[in-house]
């Protein structure tokens, strides 16, 4: 009988153990990723004072902390971002890109979009493609941030982070949204 009990009280602390150490795991998985989008922001806010008064005064916002693009006559991109609405984490998003048109070369980029108003975050919610038209020389770093307005509620702001790239195309993103909750 005691041998049967000291047995599993061995066996329950093992599996105890591996479940902390998976728990922990994980744990250390999301502070790391939380911490890339936090040094993402911070970049973004420290090249353009700009930007942080958007971050306070934006309905919403999402963060891409790397957006990879390449191509030759046909283009694509693809990143993963999160979306915030008052600093808190509300869901997922994913951007492609499919260009065509004179392109040679790839880049990666962070990019950040802002909602001033709720509608415009909602209308970005429910997805969809949107079209693009896009001229640009990318030397191999640069931190130049840039400006795009598509309407008086919708600001994007992108950062070079590396790559070659000569382009003049056009094509659409498809951005897909997923609530946390």
Do not use: C
Request: hydrophobic share 40%; aromatic share 14%.
């Amino acid at each position: 009988m005691f041998k049967n009990s000291l047995f599993m009280v061995l066996i329950l602390s093992t599996l105890l153990s591996t479940l902390e150490a998976r728990q922990t795991e994980v744990y250390d998985k999301e502070q790391a990723e939380n911490l890339r989008y936090n040094k993402t922001i911070r970049a973004f806010m420290k090249d353009n004072k700009k930007i942080t008064a958007m971050v306070n005064k934006s309905y919403a916002y999402v963060v891409f902390p790397s957006i990879g693009k390449g191509g030759v006559v046909l283009g694509g991109a693809y990143g993963e971002g999160r979306a915030y609405r008052r600093g808190m984490w509300v869901g997922n998003v994913s951007v492609t890109q499919y260009t065509i048109g004179l392109q040679v070369g790839g880049q990666a980029y962070s990019e950040i979009i802002f909602f001033m108003s709720r509608d415009a975050f909602r209308a970005f919610k429910k997805g969809g493609f949107e079209a693009s038209t896009q001229s640009s020389l990318v030397p191999f770093y640069s931190g130049i941030s840039g400006d795009v307005n598509f309407s008086k509620d919708v600001h994007v702001f992108t950062s070079s982070t590396g790559g070659l790239m000569l382009e003049a195309s056009t094509g659409t993103q498809e951005f897909t949204y997923k609530s946390r909750e």
